[in-house]
């Protein structure tokens, strides 16, 4: 192929009634051929130019929305094809399942036995107890729960947004939930995504200390092991490196959040989260004074720092008074959202955004009026602000070339779930729009014609930085993993020797040793669940 015509598409497909939209970078007629019989099925030609900033290229949009027959088809242009992709009803369905089974994968402490992970399986890991790391004398349980990404740690913020994301599209999407995921709870009662989570509450009380009812910023070896290390070869010393008060915040909001999800389906576990909480809350009120983490000298794995707490305090009070409806909650709620800090952000480290949205989906009689008006308007201007960036950016995204950092696909995914939830709040079709319009970046309509989730698209990325598929002798990596996607930053060798001088939009490599720009994690599968949930059945 050409290198300077790329025809970039959304590689899964496009829903039979929705805008289709292809970029080339090339202008003039194109065709929509049928993949079989390869016979021109359509015929127009492309709009534009557009420069676009963030790619440094001109492009071309190629629009063929009135294609609603379903079937494969490939785009045509001056002997340039495109990806495959198809049309028709329910297209991510599959997508949707694998997004949500690669939880599944990220198990630690249990086989992955081949029944259910195909040629992925691999033994249990991380059994033995860890190391208090400034009370070696204390050892305990840690076993279970998801790895973090590429690497086998686990972090208590970052696995507390993967669960905030997972569990709000079960609540705002359980229609996309409705089957068997093909894993070993199936048989259960409840749907298996409240399984899937479940491993990871469970695992995640373990990170709390009973005596303080403090929890644990992480549990991790002192190194990252080397990349090709299958975990269950990874044996080095674990330890919980110290509490912090943005892992016991996120832990006290994400357990009152499960414990009124889990209500209906599992009481006792409903209850123990509530208490968890609960624990949790008062270790925050007896320590609120700012003390971000900070890694112990010996550990170098990741650090998950934060410079505001106050984010993580404000989203644990919005919980905890959903679930309890305790006026002391909503005092220090209202307190908190009289204070300058970001209330809209759904990160790892700017978690207001999960606060905001549950005190605005509050009965009006459990809230403040003047509070409720003040973060619904701040609210809604962020979702207008990303409509219009949208319609100003020639892939019709929210992103700016501030967002593409290590994580840029988070940014992407995060800002059409906060589409989505808007949509929930006041319902306006252009937010489902432009949601959908970003969901066809991640799968490969973006300037590198990649599709970031590993297994769905012709051309998706492969060499994923991600220590069981560098390690396990397996051609294709594991499915359904949400690489990281471009960081103009460059924040690894690999990156820094082959991308310099790209455009922000192209610092990507699929190439196994850059964890800057192709790691995986749960919480940038997390948010791609959520928005793939809004369409299926669709
Ligand atoms: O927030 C600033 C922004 O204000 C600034 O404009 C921008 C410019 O680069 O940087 C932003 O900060 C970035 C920060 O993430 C917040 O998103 C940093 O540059 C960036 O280096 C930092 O990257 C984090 C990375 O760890 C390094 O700390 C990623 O978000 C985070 O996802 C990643 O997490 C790692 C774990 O440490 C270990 N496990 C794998 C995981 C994924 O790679
Ligand atoms: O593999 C690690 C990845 O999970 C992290 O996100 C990344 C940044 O903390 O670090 C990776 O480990 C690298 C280490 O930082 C430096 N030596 C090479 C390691 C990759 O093989
Ligand atoms: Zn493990
Ligand atoms: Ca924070």
Not at 120 to 141: F, I, M, N
Not at 428 to 443: C, F, G, M, P, V
Request: include cysteine; proline fraction near 5%; hydrophobic fraction near 35%.
């Amino acid at each position: 192929m050409d290198e300077q015509h790329m025809i970039q598409v959304n590689q899964v497909g496009y829903v039979k009634k929705s805008i289709k939209v292809a970029i080339s970078t090339v202008p003039g007629p194109f065709q929509v051929r049928d993949r079989k019989t390869n016979l021109v099925v359509l015929e127009r030609t492309s709009s534009g130019p557009i420069e676009d900033q963030d790619s440094n290229q001109t492009i071309y949009q190629l629009d063929f929305t009135e294609m609603e027959a379903e079937g494969t088809y490939q785009l045509s242009q001056s002997g340039v094809a495109s990806p495959a992709f198809t049309i028709g009803t329910n297209v991510y369905q599959p997508l949707h399942k694998g997004l949500t089974k690669a939880f599944y994968y990220f198990r630690c402490g249990m086989d992955l036995t081949e029944q259910y992970a195909g040629k992925w399986a691999h033994k249990a890991c991380h059994l033995q107890e860890g190391t208090v790391y400034h009370d070696p004398s204390r050892r305990l349980d840690s076993s279970g729960g998801w790895h973090d990404a590429g690497d086998y740690g686990k972090y208590t913020v970052a696995a507390a947004k993967a669960l905030a994301d997972l569990l709000l599209a079960c609540q705002y999407y359980p229609g996309a939930f409705q089957y068997k995921a093909g894993i070993p709870e199936s048989e259960q009662q409840m749907p298996d995504i409240l399984n899937e989570c479940q491993y990871e509450l469970d695992w995640l009380l373990k990170m709390q200390d009973k005596e303080t009812g403090g929890v644990f910023h992480k549990l991790t070896t002192k190194n990252f092991p080397g990349l090709a290390v299958m975990p269950e070869e990874d044996q080095a010393e674990l330890y919980f490196s110290p509490v912090s008060a943005t892992a016991t915040a996120t832990f006290a909001a994400i357990m009152a959040v499960a414990s009124r999800v889990y209500k209906e389906v599992d009481e006792d576990h409903a209850e123990k989260y509530l208490e968890a909480a609960h624990d949790a809350w008062n270790w925050l009120e007896q320590h609120p004074v700012f003390a971000g983490f900070k890694n112990p000298s010996e550990i170098t794995t990741g650090e998950y720092g934060d410079k505001e707490d106050r984010d993580e305090r404000y989203w644990a009070a919005a919980e905890l008074y959903c679930t309890t409806k305790e006026a002391k909650y909503h005092r220090k709620f209202c307190e908190l959202a009289g204070e300058n800090f970001d209330k809209i952000s759904l990160g790892w480290a700017d978690v207001g955004g999960y606060g905001t949205r549950t005190y605005l989906s509050l009965p009006s009689e459990m809230t403040d009026p003047a509070i409720y008006q003040e973060l619904k308007s701040v609210w809604m201007e962020k979702a207008e602000q990303l409509v219009d960036n949208s319609k100003e950016n020639g892939y019709v995204i929210s992103l700016k070339t501030a967002d593409y950092i290590w994580g840029s696909n988070m940014v992407l995914l995060n800002q059409a779930m906060f589409l989505l939830m808007t949509n929930r709040l006041a319902p306006d079709k252009k937010y489902e729009r432009y949601a959908l319009e970003h969901l066809h970046y991640l799968l490969g309509r973006n300037a590198t014609n990649y599709s970031y989730v590993t297994g769905f698209g012709e051309n998706a990325v492969r060499n994923i930085h991600h220590r069981p598929s560098a390690a396990d002798n397996v051609e294709e990596p594991v499915p359904g993993l949400v690489s990281g996607g471009p960081d103009r930053g460059l924040h690894d060798p690999c990156a820094a020797e082959k991308l310099q001088g790209c455009p922000p939009a192209k610092c990507f490599i699929d190439h196994q040793e850059s964890y800057a720009t192709n790691e995986v994690t749960i919480y940038w599968n997390s948010p791609a669940v959520f928005v793939v949930s809004h369409w299926v059945g669709k």
